[in-house]
């Protein structure tokens, strides 16, 4: 598969390789304070300042007294962090939409920057209609160069995003990992729903209290194998989706955290996603800042059931395995043989024959990534020895150092990290074919 993997790309690079392509530049100069001023402080500390977008053909634009602020949980802290800028009035942003907040995503921990783009892709080709849309910029601190992110839209409610009308219409996370416990409302299981959005800001609390009490039912029901009563509670289709995405993924997130719903009111189903935070999936030995390998055996594993419901959840504080800390509504549906069905039936036709325009996707984004991501990789090299002291201290540290690719230069490693990508994900469609798709 590596030869099909070479040829596809040798191809897009024959096309390409006469001229350089130039990735959109963000240029923020802050108010008596830098980039690396956000990063130090606390991350919902708001600093302001202007934002210059060239695009590619040398067209600029500039936005005066835009916010910026950190965004991110285990990420956050690390010396290349990730952002969320807000605009004084909606913007749309190379065709994605108008938007007055928009996240660019460092991808600090995942060399290839690839993975929650094509997540997102992945989101998208099983049907997803709110998959998250994003395009790769390289980030400036006045002229200082910062690195590659991705841009990408912020989950939340409006015209260009999810979009929810009643008063009563909810965006949540389920978050057993980061939630303060006084910000969470309780499932009957204790586990973790914040509210990230709400349709009108003062019914906030009854909104969550509405939502809480359908999903408590919608829990009730899948655990006691009441299709009828899921699919008057849920939208089926969603729960499908999602948890197609993480089982192909193998999301370390998944049924823990970054686990989105919304519910436009009492008379609407609970929906699903969009699918997000995937830059630590997808056979990214950092995860959990440790080298758990057995979790991530693309052609064999089924991640929810390894990860989760065995008690394979790894602590990487103590180097032990603890006690499930995930929802189990998706593993209580996976045993109603209608909603197993329903998530064979979507694979096969959305997904199933879809292998060739992946690894394309990959291809075709590494090509058009190459010199800012290469630059980036360059920029950040000396920063990398943080994290393999971090993880290394557990013992990995001549895995990790191998999994970095620190004994090859900047541009060879970055091919490494594609070439790595792209066949865990040719094997991982082996895997979900025969898992999902021999039924159909």
């Not at 409006?158 to 006084?182: C, M, Q, R, S, W």
């Not at 709400?198 to 029901?221: H, R, Y």
Request: hydrophobic letters at 40%; glycine letters at 6%.
């Amino acid at each position: 598969m590596l030869l099909v993997v070479l040829f596809v790309i040798l191809v897009a690079w024959l096309v390409i390789k006469s001229k350089k392509v130039e990735l959109p530049r963000f240029e923020i100069a802050l108010n008596e304070h830098r980039i690396d001023d956000v990063v130090m402080k606390a991350k919902d500390a708001e600093y302001y300042g202007n934002l210059t977008i060239t695009t590619s053909d040398g067209l600029s634009d500039l936005f005066d007294n835009i916010e910026l602020k950190g965004r991110g949980n285990s990420t956050w802290g690390w010396p290349k962090a990730s952002f969320q800028i807000k605009f004084n009035d909606k913007t749309d942003l190379f065709g994605m939409g108008k938007s007055r907040r928009w996240v660019l995503l460092a991808n600090y921990f995942d060399k290839s920057n690839l993975r929650n783009a094509l997540a997102f892709y992945l989101d998208g080709l099983l049907g997803n209609k709110y998959a998250l849309k994003g395009k790769f910029i390289e980030l400036y601190d006045n002229e200082s160069y910062v690195g590659i992110y991705y841009l990408t839209e912020k989950i939340e409610i409006g015209k260009e995003n999810i979009k929810l009308h009643d008063p009563y219409g909810v965006i949540v996370e389920f978050d057993n990992y980061y939630t303060a416990p006084d910000e969470c409302y309780r499932s009957d299981k204790n586990d973790c729903l914040v509210m990230k959005d709400v349709v009108v800001s003062e019914n906030g609390n009854m909104a969550m209290n509405k939502f809480t009490a359908a999903f408590k039912q919608l829990e009730k029901a899948a655990k006691e194998g009441n299709y009828e009563r899921v699919k008057e509670l849920g939208d089926v289709e969603s729960l499908a989706i999602y948890y197609l995405l993480s089982e192909f993924t193998i999301s370390p997130d998944a049924y823990c955290s970054s686990f989105y719903f919304y519910k436009d009111g009492d008379n609407d189903l609970i929906h699903v996603g969009p699918g997000w935070d995937y830059d630590l999936a997808m056979g990214n030995r950092l995860w959990g800042f440790g080298f758990q390998e057995d979790l991530y055996i693309p052609e064999e594993a089924n991640a929810l059931e390894m990860q989760y419901f065995e008690n394979q959840v790894y602590n990487g504080e103590t180097g032990e395995f603890m006690g499930v800390v995930a929802s189990d509504l998706i593993y209580n549906l996976l045993q109603i043989p209608e909603f197993k069905e329903k998530v064979d039936k979507i694979y096969s036709e959305r997904l199933m024959n879809k292998k060739k325009e992946v690894l394309k996707f990959i291809a075709d984004q590494a090509l058009y990534n190459k010199e800012a991501a290469i630059e980036d990789r360059e920029t950040w090299r000396e920063r990398e020895e943080e994290i393999i002291q971090a993880v290394g201290s557990r013992g990995n540290e001549e895995k990790i150092r191998a999994f970095l690719h620190t004994d090859l230069s900047a541009e060879d490693a970055y091919w490494a990290d594609v070439d790595y990508l792209s066949n865990w994900v040719d094997k991982r469609f082996e895997y979900m074919d025969k898992t999902f798709g021999d039924s159909i």
